[in-house]
C-alpha cells in the first residue's frame, strides 16, 4: 500500500482548486493507494488517475475504511462496437475502469477522473461521477460512472483504491484535488 | 502561493482556420486541459495531433447519444486521434490529458464533446509514444474549419 504525500507542509496552494496529495507508483507495483487525514477544507474533491493493473481487473474505490455492501452504481460504457448499462445496488465498493479493462501493454495506461461531492457532508450519502477509458489500438473501451456510498451519511477522510486482483502497475499516478465553494 | 489550476494560453479565431496549435507546451503542470467552444463549416470529429506526429499512431475508443440511441465505434492506427466531434451549431470540446509531460507511457486523452442538437459523446484517445507532449495542434477530419469566433483554451492543473 502507498499512501498519499499531503501537501500540507506545503504553503496552500492559491485559487479555489487545491493539490492535496499525489502518489506515484514506483518500482514493483502498489496493491493499493491510500489518500488519509482527508481535511474538511473543501467543498468536493476529485482524483485524477492514470494507472495500469497486472490482470485485467478495474480499480476498486473505498471509503473511510468501509468494507461492508454500502455501496452502488450505475454504468454507461462503450467497448468500441456497442454501447450498454449496468448498475450494481449492493456491493462493497464502487468501481472505475472496469469493463473497458486495462492495458496487457506496459506502455498504455487507463485514465480516468472522479468527481467525490460534497464530502464533508453528515447529512448526505455520498455521490461519485467518473469518465473513465482505455483505449488499446484496436481494443479498450469507455465508461462514465455514478457511484453511491450510503453507509451513515459521515464526512470522507480516507479513500482507498485497490484492484480486485494484482497490483496497480509503476508509473501509474493518482492526483487528489480540493475545491472550494464561495 | 502556486497556483494549482491555471490558463495557459487562449486563442479566439478572427477568421476560419483549419488548424489552431499550442506550442512550447511547459513540462510545469501535472496535466492539461484544452477547452474548445465553437463551430465549424460541416459536421466533423474534432482532431487532436501532438508533437506534429504525422505518423499512424492514434487511436480511440467512444460512445454517444444521439436522442435516440446509443452507440460506441472505434478508430485505430490513425494519423489523427479524431476524440469528439464538432457541429456546425455551439459545441463544446473538453480534452484531459493527464501526466502528459512523462517519458515513460504513452499519453491517454479523455474527451466529452457536447451539442445539444445533435449528441453528447465519451471518449478516450490514445497516442503511441513516450514522448513529453510539447505541442497540440486541433483540426477536424476531412480539412474543414473552425468558425470566426472559435474559442480554443489551454490549462494546466499542478499536482503536490
Known amino acids: ?182 | 502561493m502556486p497556483t494549482t489550476y491555471e490558463p495557459i494560453a487562449t486563442t479566439t479565431l478572427g477568421s476560419t482556420a483549419a488548424t489552431v496549435s499550442f506550442t512550447s507546451i511547459s513540462g510545469s503542470y501535472t496535466d492539461l486541459i484544452l477547452i474548445v467552444s465553437g463551430t465549424v463549416n460541416t459536421n466533423s470529429y474534432f482532431a487532436l495531433r501532438l508533437n506534429s506526429d504525422t505518423g499512424n499512431n492514434y487511436s480511440n475508443t467512444e460512445m454517444d447519444g444521439n436522442g435516440t440511441s446509443a452507440s460506441s465505434n472505434r478508430n485505430s492506427s490513425n494519423n489523427y486521434m479524431y476524440n469528439g466531434s464538432i457541429f456546425t451549431t455551439q459545441t463544446n470540446v473538453i480534452n484531459q490529458i493527464q501526466n502528459y509531460s512523462n517519458s515513460t507511457t504513452y499519453k491517454t486523452v479523455l474527451t466529452r464533446s457536447n451539442n445539444a442538437g445533435s449528441i453528447v459523446k465519451a471518449s478516450v484517445g490514445l497516442w503511441r509514444s513516450t514522448s513529453a507532449i510539447t505541442s497540440i495542434e486541433c483540426s477536424t477530419a476531412g480539412a474543414n474549419t473552425f468558425s470566426s469566433g472559435s474559442t480554443f483554451t489551454l490549462y494546466g492543473i499542478k499536482a503536490a
Open chain 1, 1 to 182: 500500500m502507498i499512501l498519499g504525500i499531503l501537501a500540507s507542509s506545503q504553503p496552500a496552494a492559491a485559487g479555489d482548486y487545491e493539490s492535496i496529495a499525489t502518489v506515484t507508483v514506483g518500482s514493483g507495483g502498489s496493491s493499493s493507494i491510500n489518500f488519509s487525514s482527508i481535511a474538511s477544507d473543501w467543498t468536493h474533491l476529485q482524483l485524477r488517475i492514470i494507472a495500469n493493473v497486472s490482470t485485467t481487473d478495474a480499480i476498486n474505490i473505498r471509503f473511510n475504511g468501509d468494507t461492508a455492501n454500502n455501496y452502488a452504481l450505475h454504468r454507461l460504457e462503450g467497448n468500441g462496437s456497442a454501447a450498454s448499462a449496468s448498475a450494481s445496488t449492493t456491493r462493497n465498493n464502487i468501481a472505475i475502469l472496469t469493463g473497458a479493462g486495462f492495458a496487457s501493454t506496459a506502455s498504455t495506461f487507463g485514465a480516468s477522473i472522479v468527481d467525490i461531492l460534497d464530502y464533508t457532508s453528515t447529512n448526505k450519502a455520498k455521490t461519485t461521477r467518473a469518465l473513465s477509458g482505455s483505449d488499446r489500438n484496436g481494443s479498450g473501451g469507455i465508461e462514465l460512472d455514478s457511484g453511491l456510498w450510503f453507509a451513515t451519511p459521515a464526512a470522507i477522510t480516507s479513500i482507498n483504491l485497490y484492484p480486485s486482483s494484482g497490483t496497480i502497475s509503476q508509473y501509474s499516478h493518482f492526483a487528489l484535488y480540493g475545491i472550494k465553494s464561495a
